[in-house]
Structures are given as C-alpha cells and as structure tokens.
C-alpha cells in the first residue's frame, strides 16, 4: 500500500457544489460531509489522477510520500 498525502485547498474547492473528485475516485478516498470534500482513505490512493484532472479548480494536490506503508 502507498502512502500518499492528499491536500485540499479548500478556498478553492467547491465542495459538495461539484463533488467530481469524489465520484471520478476509483477507491473511494474522497468523501462528502455537509458541504466540503474529505480524503478520508489516502491511503487507498492508486495515484491514477483522476482527481486532479477532472477537479475544474486545481483544488487538490497529491503526492506520494516515500517509502512503502505495511
């Protein structure tokens, strides 16, 4: 498993207003709580992007930590 850390800017992010991250996320690591966007499994994180392709603010940032999660 990978570790990654996942930020959300979230004065950028249109939280439940869009939602695409959450939807778009193979693994489920986005959640929807009220009206903002949680990484709540980074850890699940496949690093396929689709996150950041789809999100229409450049709200997200990934990156993969170093070293390998047990």
């Known amino acids: 498993m990978r570790m990654v850390n996942i930020t959300l800017d979230n004065d950028q992010c249109r939280g439940s207003h869009c ?5 778009i996320c193979p693994t489920n690591v986005f959640v ?7 990484p709540n499994s980074p850890q699940y994180c496949k690093l396929c992007y689709k996150c950041l392709e789809i999100c229409p603010t450049a709200a997200l940032n990934l990156k993969k930590l170093e070293g390998e999660c047990i």
């Open 19 to 23: 939602g695409a991250c959450a939807y």
């Open 32 to 38: 929807i709580k009220e009206d903002t966007i949680c």
